[in-house]
């Protein structure tokens, strides 16, 4: 039983003073994955782990673990750990004392927490720290001690509230690679919480995208980059151009004043639709050549490539990631091939 | 550091003529006769009021005690409460503070008596009356009321600023109720008991109207008797300061032996051990 469903969320409506906070989640969680909510501030990421860990009642809906309904069991009896947001840290307590504090409730022999807590201090790139007060720490020390906290208690399930949130980039990028070790090795499930998505891509096997108390899509990363579901989720997962087209029929879209040629079928004839465009599909010619034609409007150096924002002649702003250097003030030719055109039904006006 | 230097120069002035100068004074008339002869004779008849020394330590114990009882978990559903609940209930506690506290100690003589409010009430019923005034537990009663707030006032204040997400990290790990009380919510609130005990102790062990008052002259308190040697009877300064001293020593002891209970708590790896 390999992939068999660990968690599972029915129907879950949660309303915080009758404002509607997640608004009926649907979500399976397979066992041994690692699983990302990704999605912008207060759309309800936290409230969902919440959901699981058992601090939050929803209004309606189950909470199901192994195929039993937890809705009613209190939290430390869940099989759950957290590594909360803003890390949660016992203050009278030192490093090692906060590490093992799981393993002292429920009465494991002193020789096993010593060896169990040096095992992750290791782990989490902390030896030598164990006897310092975790007031003093930084803060992304005391993060790292929250997630050895909650990893010694081998839960089946652990649930990661932006755990590497207050970790400069190069910390943030081992500590990345040593979570995703840690999850492959322990094969514990991971359900991983970000609004980072480049991280989200990098460590997932499953991205589920929210927004507004609602999921967008789930899928593997490869998946919710190649073929958002909408134009939301296309301009959070990395950035996007967006821009109104037209389904003429199927294959053929118009936009930015003609036709393309894609690969999308199955709209209504002459459907309003959102065209989404990665900036690094595009690319720059001579203006002839080019399927639009505008003006290079600015240029930033952003280390691996330029951003290179061009204004065509319907006025629309296009975003293009470019290795070349291109001048300000040049006339320019835009093409994009037919694969790279994504189209998406428009968002109902509500969701906007 | 030079510059913080002068601001503090006024305490320090203040803090020698108000605290030390009478503290040296206090010792000085242990230590001497009335003449002015040093000598340990005051000392040593400090000897006799041994049991009188035993039972205020004991009486005021017992309503501290109480007053942590009660004031515990007032202390921590007040601050679990809306602001708007949370003022209310402060006021409430504060509000018999304004009044004088001759006449608060005063208005439960009125109650306690033997025909006084409660066996008259009682009488009703047909029950009583009962012997309430001029008891130990009358005296205990009185300091309970009147130190109360001193207990609830730190308590609050350090719940106030207890954080909440430790209960749930607490919870997270695996912590039944009752655990999350012993390593979360006690240790941080182990500064206010700490302050709150000192607070209601030390005004107990000394307080002599209220032991007057409602425990008659039958149960005379140490306080009674330091006030006694400044009366004018039997004008004793000198016995009087030897009490105080002998008295403020061991309320010194039972301080800082509340404070190595703490700490003695905490092993080598800094766990608290309860
Ligand atoms: N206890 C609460 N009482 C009232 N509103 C709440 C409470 N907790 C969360 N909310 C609201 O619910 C919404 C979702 O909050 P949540 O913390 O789940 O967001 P999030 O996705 O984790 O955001 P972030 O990325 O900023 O952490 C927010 O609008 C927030 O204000
Ligand atoms: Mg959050």
């Known amino acids: 039983m390999e992939n068999s469903t660990i968690i599972s969320l029915k129907d879950i409506v949660v309303e915080f003073d ?24 207060g759309c309800g990421k936290t409230t969902t782990l919440r959901i699981i860990g058992g601090f939050v009642n929803p209004k309606s809906g189950d909470v199901f673990f192994d195929g039993k309904r937890i809705n009613d069991l209190p939290p430390y009896k869940r099989e759950v750990n957290t590594v909360f947001q803003k890390y949660a840290l016992f203050p009278n307590l030192n490093v090692y004392e906060n590490i093992a504090f799981g393993l002292r409730l429920k009465k494991v022999p002193d020789e096993e927490i010593r060896e169990r807590v040096f095992e992750m201090l290791d782990l989490v790139n902390m030896r030598g720290y164990e006897r310092r007060d975790v007031n003093l720490l930084s803060g992304g020390q005391q993060q790292r001690v929250a997630i050895a906290r909650a990893l010694i208690n081998k839960p089946q399930v652990l649930l990661l509230d932006e755990p590497l949130g207050a970790l400069d980039l190069k910390l943030r990028k081992e500590m990345q690679i040593e979570l995703k070790k840690i999850q492959r090795e322990t094969k514990i499930t991971f359900i991983y919480v970000t609004h980072d998505q480049e991280e989200a891509l990098t460590m997932s096997d499953t991205v589920i995208v929210m927004r507004d108390g609602e999921i967008q899509q789930i899928g593997t990363p490869i998946d919710i980059y190649n073929e958002p579901i909408n134009a939301f989720v296309a301009d959070f997962i990395g950035e996007s151009n967006i821009i109104d087209g037209i389904m003429k ?80 003030g040049r006339e320019v030719g835009l093409s994009v091939i037919p694969d790279d055109i994504h189209i998406m039904h428009k968002m109902a006006e509500e969701e906007k | 550091m030079t510059k913080s230097r002068y601001p503090a120069f006024p305490y320090i002035v203040f803090m020698a003529i108000f605290i030390v100068i009478p503290l040296i004074m206090v010792a000085y008339f242990a230590f001497t006769t009335n003449t002015g002869e040093f000598t340990i004779q005051n000392i040593i008849r400090v000897g006799d009021y041994v049991p009188v020394i035993i039972k205020s330590l004991f009486l005021a114990f017992v309503a501290t005690v109480i007053c942590l009882g009660l004031g515990y978990p007032f202390a921590y559903i007040m601050s679990r409460k809306t602001s708007n609940i949370r003022r209310t209930m402060f006021m409430l506690i504060m509000l018999p503070m304004w009044m004088n506290f001759l006449l608060r100690t005063y208005s439960w003589m009125t109650i306690l008596e033997n025909n006084g409010l409660l066996n008259r009430f009682l009488g009703i019923f047909g029950i009583g009356p009962f012997e309430m005034i001029n008891t130990q537990g009358a005296v205990v009663l009185g300091m309970v009321y009147d130190y109360l707030p001193f207990m609830i006032v730190p308590l609050y204040t350090v719940m106030m600023k207890m954080d909440h997400s430790l209960v749930q990290a607490a919870q997270d790990l695996g912590a039944d109720p009752f655990q999350v009380f012993t390593h979360v919510i006690l240790p941080q609130t182990m500064q206010g008991i700490k302050t709150g005990i000192t607070m209601v102790f030390v005004p107990s062990v000394s307080t002599f109207v209220i032991s007057r008052m409602l425990g008659g002259g039958s149960e005379l308190m140490v306080g009674d008797l330091i006030e006694m040697q400044f009366g004018s009877n039997n004008y004793n300064p000198n016995l009087g300061s030897a009490i105080s001293l002998v008295l403020m020593i061991i309320v010194l002891i039972c301080m800082s032996v509340m404070n190595q209970f703490d700490s003695d708590n905490i092993d080598k790896e800094g766990r608290i051990a309860i």
């Open chain 1, 249 to 328: 029929k199927d294959y053929l879209v118009n936009f930015a004043g003609r036709d393309f040629d894609c690969v999308d079928f199955g709209f209504a004839e002459n459907e309003n639709v959102d065209v989404v465009i990665r900036p690094e599909d595009i690319k720059i010619s001579e203006p002839e050549k080019g399927q639009i034609h505008g003006k290079v409007e600015s240029i930033i150096f952003k280390g691996v490539h330029y951003e290179i924002v061009v204004i065509d002649t319907n006025g629309f702003n296009w975003k293009i990631h470019s290795t070349l250097y291109e001048e300000p």
């Open chain 1, 18 to 41: 009758g404002e509607s906070v997640l608004r009926h989640i649907n979500l399976d969680i397979r066992n041994h994955e690692f699983v990302t909510l990704l999605g912008p501030s």
